[in-house]
């Protein structure tokens, strides 16, 4: 018997599982699943944040365009938006990021929008039916509008896959990437990172170079 857990990147497989088995077959399948599973684990909470952080800078985006009271927040809207929010890990510093974040990557919105339907489509469906827009426009409607306006802007610059970006990096490798203006030397860094599997610590110490 065999048991498969896989995703479209990765697939990894646990074999020779048996129903007898010796103490050290015992201890080798325990180990192994823990270190599948928690990586799972891992890579699923990365995959939500970088999910989570894309939305929240196009929220913040969104708004700033075509956000009815706009006006009276200004230059202070993130600091408001935290304040009012309050959550933890989405300060003003965070929020910020976010915002640049989207604004840098409008080409992975599709990615996200796909990801979040494939989580569960009941939780999301549930969910996107409390995503308030202007003028009561259709939330994936709007994400691949924008996606649409984002291909016709850059078809003249080479691009790492959307996919490839989402799922190999985190936001932390973005949150270094986006502060790179330079679009053909950010793509650089997005190619050797994903082939080198480079920690954000080894992408931060490439960039120095």
Known sequence: MCCSFADEDTKVLITEIYVSMDFPQLTNNIKITHEILHNNAIRAINLNITARNWLVGFWIVEFEQNGE????????????????ISVRGLGTTILSQCRKFYLTYPNIGLEIEKYLHNIDL????????????????????????KFQIFQTTSEKLPQVEPKRLFKNLSFSHFAELIYIEDPLKRIFYEIETIRGCWSVKELQRQMLL
Do not use: C, H, M, W
């Not at 809207?77 to 009012?84: D, F, G, H, N």
């Not at 009941?122 to 509008?145: G, H, M, R, W, Y």
């Open 69 to 84: 009271d706009r006006a009276q927040y200004g230059e202070k809207l993130l600091e408001t938006i935290a304040k009012t």
């Open 122 to 145: 009941k939780i999301f469906q549930s969910a996107s039916e409390k995503l308030q827009l202007p003028n009561n426009k259709d939330f994936n409607t709007v994400i691949d509008n």
